[in-house]
């Protein structure tokens, strides 16, 4: 495995080729944006169809992701390939957990990216960015193994099996439920 | 056991009339103990709460022994992508409880609910890791256990691990054999 120029922060992914890095995603980002959001092996396993315009892509950057309360572009070498971002709950008794949401360029993929963007975030929310937060979690498709094996690496743990869990594109899903804990130790 | 002829149990909506049952088990801090309401402190807070709650509900009955209101069961279903599971809640009257009431409530329960509402296709419950009741009663009435959500969210001021409990319209409400 090739050694790369070691940075203290940003956070360097051994195989990934590059800097990982997170940041606040921009409407000067649509166009990489475009990249991900059109791909529809991207999408398959989100709720959203492949964005076909451009016009739509500013519009939800400004609409849900600028006012969002954690939203990250995911940068390889300072370029966004990815985002990921930690929902919040507005009912007061369920403010303590969040959920996350990721997705990655396809090209991207098998490179640990994801794996060390979801290590990032989470450390970023419990560390400060997300106060409230004593627990991340994440809904996971039961065929969706790649994402499952992304949280397993990032040190969350796997709680259930939920069956019929939500409806994605029309058909009732099974979902796998993650969790990570601000008192979890590194794994 | 004590022996309640559960034949007598029935389901039905609520009535006005019966905030007088009905406040003597949602004021009850035993009864209200693992639950999201405040205990009730009068019939004016009841009859409000039958009012402006139990009977616009999405799917809501009061649990009945013979005529008398003896706690309830409340379906929530979710909206959206999340149209197919809805939250199941309930609760007996502290008089009540070790009978098989609260089980033959949810078996009734788990019997018509899926006809009623038909976009849900699972059931779910979430129950404090210390309430081993309410978890038996769950069994008992045929849920599975899914696992265990760990900080999953606060009741009453305080941060609770949740077992996650499930039902699909697919499985099989298991035959009264109390």
Known sequence: ?187 | MEGVDLSAVSLRPFRISDADDFLSFAGDDQVTRFMRWNTLASREEALATIRDVCMPHPWRRAVCVGDRCVGFVSIWPGSGDDRCRADIGYGVAREWWGKGVATRALRMTLSQVFGDLPDVLRIQAFVGADNKASQRVLEKAGFTRDGLLRKYAYLKGTLQDLYLYSFLSTDVVPAAAD
Request: hydrophobic share 40%; net charge negative; proline share 4%.
């Open chain 1, 1 to 187: 495995m090739e050694v790369h120029d070691r940075q203290i922060a940003p956070a360097q992914g051994g195989s990934s080729g590059g800097v990982i890095s997170l940041r606040p995603l921009q409407l000067s980002d649509v166009d990489d944006f475009m990249v991900w959001a059109t791909d529809p092996d991207v999408a398959r396993f989100c709720r959203w169809e492949p964005y076909t315009s451009r016009d739509d892509a500013l519009a939800y950057i400004a609409g849900t992701v600028l006012p969002h309360p954690y939203h990250r572009a995911i940068c390889l070498d300072g370029r966004p390939v990815g985002v990921v971002a930690m929902e919040r709950n507005e009912v007061a008794s369920n403010a303590c957990r969040g959920e996350l949401g990721y997705v990655l360029g396809s090209g991207y993929w098998g490179r640990g990216i994801m794996t060390e963007a979801v290590r990032l975030a989470v450390a970023e929310v419990f560390g400060g960015a997300r106060p409230e937060l004593e627990r991340v979690e994440a809904v996971v498709d039961v065929e969706n193994k790649a994402s499952q094996k992304v949280l397993e690496k990032a040190g969350f743990r796997r709680e259930g099996v939920m069956k019929k869990y939500f409806v994605l594109k029309g058909k009732t899903r099974d979902a796998v439920m993650f969790s990570r804990l601000a008192t979890d130790d590194d794994s």
